[in-house]
């Protein structure tokens, strides 16, 4: 099973979740490619079986800056993801309110527009409520792991 991790962040945590994530998929067996940098020809490059990403809210509910071209070019390219099981980490701040995890919901779409098939529902870390989100990740993407291994 061979998982890419991609990631968008403002101020590096959400690549910092990933970095973890990625050493412990590793851990559990899989073979992860993490994409750092982002681009669409590497995503496609790696063709993995799996994809995860993790990815936080910036202004009022909009991606970060290093995973905006990705997104558009992902759109206008539309590279079918065709039953691929994904996982997305969002990281937000339920002080914005409506806004809350805004950017993980907009590559959730994303995957699911490609018609990839969503296979943990999206876990939303709180920066209000947490400062520990890579460990506060680890039940999560055990459970997620557990998932694709299960086929
Ligand atoms: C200027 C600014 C705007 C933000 N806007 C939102 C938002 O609209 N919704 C949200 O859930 N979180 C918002 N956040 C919170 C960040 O997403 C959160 O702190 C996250 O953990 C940052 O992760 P990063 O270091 O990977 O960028 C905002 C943070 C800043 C500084």
Redesign the pocket.
Same mark, same amino acid.
């Given at each position: 099973m061979h998982l890419a991790i991609f /990631?968008? /962040?403002? =101020? *590096?945590?959400? $690549? +910092?979740?990933a970095d973890v994530a990625a050493e412990r998929c590793r851990a559990a067996g899989l073979q992860v490619t993490r994409l750092k940098p982002l681009s669409v020809d590497a995503l496609l490059e790696a063709n993995a079986d799996a994809l995860l990403a993790?990815? /936080? %809210? %910036?202004?009022?509910? +909009?991606l @970060?800056d290093t995973i905006q071209d990705f997104y558009y070019e992902m759109q206008s390219r539309f590279p079918l993801l065709t039953d691929k099981p994904f996982g997305v980490i969002? !990281?937000? $701040? /339920? *002080?914005?309110g409506d %806004? =809350?995890?805004?950017?993980g919901e907009q590559i959730r779409e994303l995957l699911l527009e490609l018609q990839a098939r969503e296979i943990s529902p999206m876990l939303r !870390? $709180?920066?209000s409520e947490t400062v520990t @989100?890579e460990t506060d990740a680890e039940p999560w993407l055990d459970e997620f792991v557990a998932q694709l291994q299960a086929g």
């Open positions: /990631s968008g /962040s403002v =101020f *590096g945590t959400a $690549d +910092e979740v993790c990815c /936080s %809210t %910036t202004g009022m509910g +909009e @970060p969002a !990281l937000g $701040d /339920s *002080g914005y %806004t =809350f995890c805004q950017g !870390l $709180d920066a @989100p």
